[in-house]
């Protein structure tokens, strides 16, 4: 069955560190994948989305990430981590019949004053 | 592009209620989704509609569960005789889908509270 997983679920980090985001996945076709940012009570916005081409994409707010047929994986990175940056990640992604998207359980990232 | 509108945003209700959600989607989004979010998970997919037809429903929805979408713009999504299990946010999200993956927007979402 398809899946994403996200191994992290909480982490910290002091800002103005870097930071990476572990999302792995498990489908057989080419992946369409997303990362999602939610602040409390919030809807999801979205990051940034990996459909094909270069496998380095470049999001919102500073955000990239990289796309690893390999590792099956789809990292999210930042280099400077703000304090706004606070809030629930979600990476996901498209079944391959596009009839739904599926999530992750979501990673969330405390930051450091 | 006013994006995607759920009303309402909080709802508190007591076990045995009834509830509506509504959901306007963006305009020309031709599908729309319904997800349930507990807290601390992941958006859990429920329903989906291409047009007005409803073209899947997961194993998440119960009988007690019925969604609408009847001329293919807004939606309802109402729960009956609810549960404290009901208990989560509802999120919907719209699509212009075509052909093969498109990028969900979503709505702010409905919190359901059942006491």
Known sequence: ?113 | DTGVSQNPRHKITKRGQNVTFRCDPISEHNRLYWYRQTLGQGPEFLTYFQNEAQLEKSRLLSDRFSAERPKGSFSTLEIQRTEQGDSAMYLCASSAQRTGANVLTFGAGSRLTVL
């Open chain 1, 1 to 113: 069955a398809q899946s994403v997983t996200q191994p992290d679920i909480h982490i910290t980090v002091s800002e103005g560190a870097s930071l990476e985001l572990r999302c792995n996945y498990s489908y057989g076709a080419t992946p369409y994948l997303f990362w999602y940012v939610q602040s409390p009570g919030q809807g999801l916005q979205l990051l940034l989305k990996y459909f094909s081409g270069d496998t380095l994409v470049q999001g919102i707010k500073g955000f990239e990430a990289e796309f690893k047929r390999s590792q099956s994986s789809f990292n999210l990175r930042k280099p400077s981590v703000h304090w706004s940056d606070a809030a629930e990640y979600f990476c996901a992604g498209w079944g391959t019949s596009y009839d739904k998207v599926i999530f992750g359980p979501g990673t969330s990232l405390s930051v450091i004053p």
